[in-house]
């Protein structure tokens, strides 16, 4: 049966059907990712949240393809951004989008919210594990519910925390700790949040780190900013400054 005709409008405990478990299929799929992405980033700031994640999917170790996005837009309340396997990523976003499309019919004036959206997840990405056909990716859901902002991570074991900060992949030892420091900087002597400026220069500046550092990385990539009043995704690229690999040294 087509996926896109077992979900009932609000349900939101639905799961994606993947027919038999793994062990009792003939041939077995989804054992390893493939097709990858790297590093995905997400920061609260006063009045919203902002993701950041670069275009390159790689096959392998190869550099493949170099304009495959991966913020997606779920309403004027979410964005979702993911790292991992790029398929299982296209997977979920045409199934969150055929959700979106179903509640638009309803006409009820009733949106999916960002944590909705978080815990469903959550629940279908444990569901694959457990039938021995993990989603390989990580997502980021980003929002603002009843005005307050709201960011968490699902990995593609089910577990799911929210956060000031998150960062996934290689982000996780490289930027993650340029995000706490300026968060805590900024609470320390203003006693406030990050502005959204602030957010996305943090951003720009984790994103620059990422690429010197991580080989998977990529110079084009997306910003995306969610507040209550809007939705925004940035396409932006670097300008790497080489001079900085004379720094680079005990490697020789």
């Given at each position: 049966?087509?996926?896109k005709?077992?979900?009932?409008?609000?349900?939101f405990k639905?799961?994606?059907?993947?027919?038999?478990?793994?062990?009792?299929d003939?041939?077995?799929?989804?054992?390893?990712?493939i097709?990858t992405?790297?590093?995905v980033l997400?920061?609260v700031f006063?009045?919203?949240?902002?993701?950041?994640?670069d275009?390159l999917?790689?096959?392998?170790?190869?550099?493949c393809f170099?304009?495959?996005?991966r913020i997606?837009?779920?309403n004027?309340?979410i964005i979702?951004?993911?790292?991992g396997?790029?398929s299982d990523y296209?997977f979920?976003?045409d199934?969150?989008?055929?959700?979106?499309?179903t509640?638009?019919?309803?006409n009820?004036?009733i949106s999916?919210?960002?944590?909705?959206l978080?815990t469903w997840?959550?629940?279908?990405l444990y569901?694959?594990?457990?039938k021995?056909k993990?989603?390989w990716s990580?997502f980021?859901?980003?929002?603002?519910?009843?005005?307050v902002p709201?960011l968490g991570?699902?990995?593609?074991l089910?577990?799911?925390?929210?956060d000031e900060?998150?960062?996934?992949?290689?982000?996780?030892?490289?930027a993650l700790?340029l995000?706490r420091k300026a968060i805590?900087?900024k609470?320390?002597?203003?006693?406030?949040?990050?502005?959204k400026?602030?957010?996305?220069?943090?951003?720009k500046k984790?994103m620059?780190?990422?690429?010197?550092?991580d080989a998977?990385?990529h110079?084009k990539?997306?910003?995306g900013?969610?507040?209550?009043?809007?939705v925004e995704v940035?396409n932006?690229?670097?300008?790497?400054?080489?001079?900085?690999?004379?720094?680079v040294?005990?490697?020789?």
């Open positions: 049966m087509d996926i005709q077992q979900w009932i409008p609000g349900n639905s799961v994606p059907d993947i027919g038999h478990t793994a062990q009792h003939v041939v077995q799929h989804g054992w390893t990712p097709t992405t790297t590093s997400g920061v006063e009045s919203g949240v902002a993701l950041a994640a275009t999917t790689s096959y392998g170790s190869m550099a170099q304009n495959n996005p997606l837009t779920v004027q309340n979702v951004a993911a790292a396997e790029y296209q979920i976003r199934v969150v989008e055929e959700k979106v499309r509640e638009k019919s309803l009820d004036g999916m919210k960002p944590k909705a978080h997840l959550s629940r279908v569901n694959r594990r457990t021995m993990p989603l990580t980021l859901v980003a929002g603002i519910q009843n005005d709201f991570e699902i990995d593609k089910g577990t799911a925390f929210a900060q998150i960062a996934s992949g290689y982000g996780a030892y490289l700790p995000m805590d900087e609470r320390e002597k203003f006693n406030s949040k990050l502005t400026d602030e957010a996305i220069d943090l951003l984790c620059e780190v990422l690429y010197y550092r998977r990385s110079d990539y997306q910003i900013i969610v507040t209550k009043d809007s940035q932006l690229a670097l300008k790497p400054r080489w001079e900085v690999a004379k720094l040294q005990g490697y020789e």
